[in-house]
């Protein structure tokens, strides 16, 4: 060995000595650090659970939209929606949703009303006049579209986030983010690959949960999908949530009383008797007592369905925020020569029960179909009409009301009923409707003065 070899290993033996400890205590402190984010991660979505299963409920605009490559930028949809859950007394925990879905961007709007429990789906089809009752095991194709994309189930679980938990490979606390007026811990959790032969959760590889940091109930989900196929994502977020004990009405379809109920969840299997029973003839009176007439059955107001909408200033209406107020829900379009008569009165309805010093009187006037929003907006102020106005809100709004004649005039008073509903007809003008609906809120602020 040279002199110079013999100088230079010693010093790099030397070298090492003294760097590898500092390598080993660097790994230490990430490891421990990516341990420690692990672990908050984690104590959140715990939290979070907590949260969802303490609380009675919870109501809150929902959307939907999807981001990815071009290439399938197409296909991904879009949603808005009204999300609501608590506990029903006869479906448990349950997820209530009403609202519109674009399947992909150039599908056109579907309307939707629907409800998902541990043990059944219902949805409402208009078109059939029919409410479906199916079980979860019901196959994917004859369930409505709109239950691909209810990425929010599992919050009503017994366990939520249990299952999120359970197939995480790794979690991951990021920075704050502020989701609407809520500042959110955001948590990403990358899915544990299944184990061969075992079948797949989902189709995405990541989830990104948005929880507020104040109440600890989550505001933003993305389902992430990242493969060398295809990089997409599908985005759910919730607004102006409010924490109560909705309504029982809330969490249920509407029903009307013309639909038909198509229910697969309770086959019941027909009995055979023990034996045969003898046939008994029967014996008709001699003296039959006259029978009574039938006393006249006295109809109640219906409750008003869960309905939402949105005002062209962006306020959202619904049965919620409406309650304690009384709500008139003038259908109507700028195309409808009737509506054209109809809309200067009800102008005027909406000035004369404006500022009630008991029971406020909104009013609001629904345009349906407008093919140019800008210039009813334009004439709406130029006439300097009264009522609130709203523009093509969702198909469903009309359905779950049964508005088919426009116009149509609906009065909900401060206890979410339907006091009133009339549309035109030959024997009903304009002045007429006006009139009847102002007898309804007369009615209806008398009746709340008289209440303690």
């Known amino acids: 060995?040279?002199?110079?070899?013999?100088?230079?290993?010693?010093?790099?033996?030397?070298?090492?000595?003294?760097?590898?400890?500092?390598?080993?205590?660097?790994?230490?402190?990430?490891?421990?650090?990516?341990?420690?984010?692990?672990?908050?991660?984690?104590?959140?979505?715990?939290?979070?659970?907590?949260?969802?299963?303490?609380?009675?409920?919870?109501?809150?605009?929902?959307?939907?939209?999807?981001?990815?490559?071009?290439?399938?930028?197409?296909?991904?949809?879009?949603?808005?929606?009204?999300?609501?859950?608590?506990?029903?007394?006869?479906?448990?925990?349950?997820?209530?949703?009403?609202?519109?879905?674009?399947?992909?961007?150039?599908?056109?709007?579907?309307?939707?009303?629907?409800?998902?429990?541990?043990?059944?789906?219902?949805?409402?089809?208009?078109?059939?006049?029919?409410?479906?009752?199916?079980?979860p095991s019901v196959s994917a194709r004859l369930r409505p579209t709109v239950y691909s994309y209810l990425l929010l189930a599992?919050?009503?679980?017994?366990?939520?986030?249990?299952?999120?938990?359970?197939?995480?490979?790794?979690?991951?606390?990021?920075?704050?983010?502020?989701?609407?007026?809520?500042?959110?811990?955001?948590v990403l959790i990358t899915r544990a690959k299944p184990k061969a032969g075992a079948r797949a959760t989902g189709a995405h590889t990541k989830e990104r949960w948005f929880i507020g940091t104040e109440d600890n109930?989550?505001?933003?989900?993305?389902?992430?999908?990242?493969?060398?196929?295809?990089?997409?994502?599908?985005?759910?977020?919730?607004?102006?949530?409010?924490?109560?004990?909705?309504?029982?009405?809330?969490l249920d379809v509407f029903r009307p009383e013309s639909y038909k109920v198509s229910d697969n969840t309770r086959r019941v299997k027909p009995t055979k008797p023990d034996q045969d029973q003898p046939f008994n003839k029967p014996?008709?009176?001699?003296?039959?007592?006259?029978?009574?007439?039938?006393?006249?059955?006295?109809?109640?107001?219906?409750?008003?369905?869960?309905?939402?909408?949105?005002?062209?200033?962006?306020?959202?209406?619904s049965r919620t925020t409406q309650t304690g107020r009384i709500t008139v829900l003038y259908f109507f379009g700028s195309w409808s020569i009737p509506s054209n008569k109809a809309t200067p009165l009800v102008s005027t309805l909406a000035t004369d029960f404006a500022g009630q010093p008991t029971v406020p009187v909104d009013t609001y006037a629904i345009a349906i179909r407008e093919s140019d929003p800008s210039a009813l907006k334009a004439n709406h102020q130029t006439n300097a009409y009264a009522q609130q106005l709203a523009i093509n809100p969702p198909d469903s709004l009309m359905h779950i009301f049964q508005v088919r004649v426009f116009p149509t005039i609906i009065v909900i008073d401060d206890t979410s009923r339907i006091i009133y509903k009339e549309h035109l007809n030959k024997d009903l003008d304009a002045q007429a409707l006006i009139d009847g609906a102002k007898s309804a809120i007369n009615e209806a602020l008398a009746e709340s003065a008289q209440t303690p």
């Not at 109930?217 to 990242?226: A, F, G, K, M, S």
């Open 283 to 317: 014996v008709r009176e001699t003296n039959p007592q006259p029978t009574q007439p039938a006393q006249p059955i006295t109809p109640s107001d219906p409750p008003a369905p869960n309905y939402s909408f949105t005002d062209i200033n962006g306020a959202t209406i």
């Open 217 to 250: 109930l989550p505001r933003r989900v993305e389902q992430i999908t990242d493969s060398s196929m295809i990089n997409a994502s599908l985005i759910m977020e919730l607004k102006s949530l409010s924490i109560q004990d909705v309504p029982v009405p809330d």
């Open 154 to 186: 599992d919050l009503i679980s017994d366990n939520p986030f249990q299952k999120e938990l359970n197939t995480a490979e790794d979690l991951t606390l990021e920075d704050q983010q502020s989701v609407g007026n809520a500042l959110c811990n955001v």
């Open 1 to 135: 060995m040279s002199t110079r070899s013999r100088i230079l290993f010693p010093l790099i033996f030397l070298t090492i000595s003294m760097i590898a400890p500092s390598i080993l205590i660097a790994q230490d402190d990430e490891a421990a650090a990516q341990s420690d984010t692990y672990d908050q991660a984690r104590e959140i979505l715990e939290d979070a659970a907590a949260a969802l299963i303490a609380i009675p409920g919870f109501t809150a605009d929902v959307t939907l939209s999807g981001e990815g490559s071009a290439i399938i930028q197409e296909t991904l949809p879009s949603m808005s929606a009204r999300f609501t859950t608590g506990t029903h007394p006869e479906f448990g925990p349950v997820i209530h949703m009403i609202g519109e879905l674009r399947p992909t961007t150039k599908a056109p709007p579907e309307s939707f009303d629907i409800v998902y429990s541990a043990d059944r789906y219902i949805w409402a089809d208009h078109a059939k006049q029919t409410i479906n009752i199916r079980p």
